[in-house]
């Protein structure tokens, strides 16, 4: 059930980062929902998953943006493992600790990435450190949105049906 | 069964580097080559580069094995061609040096004005005591004992004993029991020359205390022995000294080199008693000093 859940979660948020970024090219820098999907991943799931789900998401992401395949393909692979790790060495069940993780990755991602780049094509790396931030700030805060969503969801959605139910008999 | 999600790290670490190849397959070098393909070209080129030089190593020594074997081959066929070159050659040699000797003693048959006969040596004496050869000359060709053996260089000996229809001994001068009428050239002062046991092999016995010797004198056959013919050189003075007695001691080196005797001429001319030496005729002109 894990896989199919983790590759709908990349799905959806590729297709949804894709989408953004069709409407508006700065509010796709400001987001990286894929990252998103994959840090999440990595904390939900352990370092195994997340390592494999950011190696895949980065490889398509890669595929599809049309630069060097490979470059955010690594670059999620190492957050999506680390995150894994360090996900399951400290206690991040609560949103600051898991805002705090995903505005990490999210500059550790930004870093690897650029720094990749640079390496490949030559040059010094050319990190935006506002955009990252930004970027990271934004992350994050999606990020501890999907798990409130995820964790108090089904939580939320089974008081909504009681909730429905029960006006239903009153009115009855 | 290897559960590669309970080895994270090996996992990792395929996943990167195979992402690092992945990248480097798509990133050109400065070359224009993309780094990937020329890691993957460099590397590879150390592989072909170390397989080549296996191999050639390989094929070198192969070839240098086949390659010594046919010189192996090749140089047992070169030595063979030496080995046989080097005969005819010095079958060239003895030719070139038998015609030179023949033509020698052509020029002496025909400056002599005794008869000879040429006659090739055939073998030695098998009795070192006795120092004798034989000659391919024999009595169905005239030869008779006690004849004149002569060669280029001057008197070689005398024949000896009963001859063969086809060959004949001689004994040659420098034997001990030998002896010759001589004098010396310079002088003409006379002796008798004899063969001794010691080097020069040549004694010339008789000669006054008073006669003028030196080293280097020729010294000739007088013919008062009746079997050589007068005026044929026997050897060169090497040492001339005043003897205890009346006689001076004189060494003579013969001009016959006796160890490479191949041909001679038998002066056919019978023997006689000692004759004064005004009735022996003379050559007509002297050759073959020996130097």
Not at chain 1, 156 to 171: A, E, G, L, Y
Request: aromatic letters at 6%; glycine letters at 12%.
């Amino acid at each position: 059930m894990k896989t199919p859940i983790v590759i709908a979660a990349l799905a959806v948020a590729l297709l949804l980062q894709s989408t953004i970024a069709g409407m508006s090219f700065t509010a796709a820098s400001r987001v990286n929902l894929v990252l998103v999907a994959v840090i999440y991943v990595g904390l939900a799931y352990g370092a195994v998953t997340g390592m494999l789900a950011g190696c895949a998401a980065g490889l398509v992401q890669d595929a599809i943006a049309g630069g060097i395949v490979g470059i955010g393909g690594l670059s999620k692979t190492i957050v999506g493992f680390f995150v894994g790790v360090l996900g399951a060495q400290f206690i991040v069940s609560t949103p600051v600790p898991r805002f705090l993780m995903f505005f990490g990755a999210s500059l550790v991602h930004e870093l690897c990435f650029q720094a990749l780049y640079a390496l490949v094509e030559a040059h010094s790396i050319r990190l935006q450190i506002s955009g990252a931030l930004i970027q990271a700030l934004v992350n994050g805060a999606v990020g501890i949105t999907i798990f409130m969503l995820a964790e108090r969801g089904p939580e939320m959605m089974q008081r909504d049906n009681w909730r429905r139910s029960s006006t239903v008999r009153r009115r009855y | 069964m290897l559960d590669i999600r309970r080895r994270t790290g090996v996992l990792l670490l395929v996943i990167v580097v195979g992402q690092l190849f992945l990248i480097s397959a798509q990133v050109p070098s400065k070359s224009g080559v993309p780094v990937f393909q020329a890691v993957t070209f460099g590397a590879f080129a150390r592989v072909q580069g170390g397989a080549a030089g296996f191999l050639r190593g390989i094929g070198n020594i192969w070839g240098n094995y086949v390659w010594l074997r046919g010189v192996r081959g090749e140089n047992e066929e070169l030595r063979k061609q030496v080995t046989d070159l080097s005969v005819r050659l010095q079958e060239q040699r003895a030719l070139a040096q038998r015609a030179t000797r023949l033509q020698e003693l052509l020029t002496l048959q025909t400056s002599t004005a005794v008869p000879t006969l040429a006659a090739d040596v055939i073998a030695g004496n098998p009795n070192p005591g006795m120092l004798t050869i034989t000659i391919g000359r024999g009595s169905a060709d005239g030869v008779q004992p006690d004849m004149a053996v002569v060669a280029a260089g001057g008197v070689v000996g005398r024949i000896i004993g009963p001859t063969a229809a086809h060959a004949a001994r001689v004994q040659v001068l420098i034997d001990r029991n030998a002896a010759a009428g001589a004098y010396i050239e310079r002088t003409h002062s006379g002796g008798m020359v004899v063969g001794v046991d010691h080097d020069p092999p040549l004694s010339m016995d008789l000669v006054s205390n008073m006669a003028d010797v030196k080293a280097g004198d020729m010294v000739m056959a007088s013919g008062v022995d009746g079997i050589y013919p007068k005026g044929f050189a026997i050897g060169r003075v090497e040492s001339s000294e005043r003897g205890s007695g009346l006689y001076r001691a004189i060494a003579v080196r013969p001009s016959v080199d006796f160890s490479s005797l191949e041909e001679v001429l038998v002066v056919l001319v019978p023997p006689r008693s000692a004759v004064p030496e005004d009735s022996v005729p003379a050559p007509a002109a002297t050759v073959g000093t020996g130097k």
